[in-house]
């Protein structure tokens, strides 16, 4: 929540995967965030923040669902 567009993607490496945070900062791209993974990213979505909370994003890794702050 501090105004800075961020993109969240994964990125299929050699042998794991990964998923990532970065930040556009006017003319820059800034990683804020690189997470591997044992198993391949199938869907990612943004979660608006609880109240008094902070944002979350669902990453569905292989079979689970994983909750990232």
């Not at 105004?3 to 990683?31: C, H, K, N, Y």
């Amino acid at each position: 929540l501090d105004g800075v567009p961020e993109i969240a993607f994964s990125g299929d490496f050699a042998e794991t995967d990964a998923l990532m945070i970065w930040s556009w900062r006017g003319s820059q791209l800034q990683q804020r965030l690189r997470l591997p993974t044992k198993e391949a990213v199938r869907g990612i979505a943004a979660c608006p923040p609880e109240e008094k909370g902070v944002p979350g994003l669902v990453a569905v890794v292989g079979p689970e669902v994983w909750l990232v702050r």
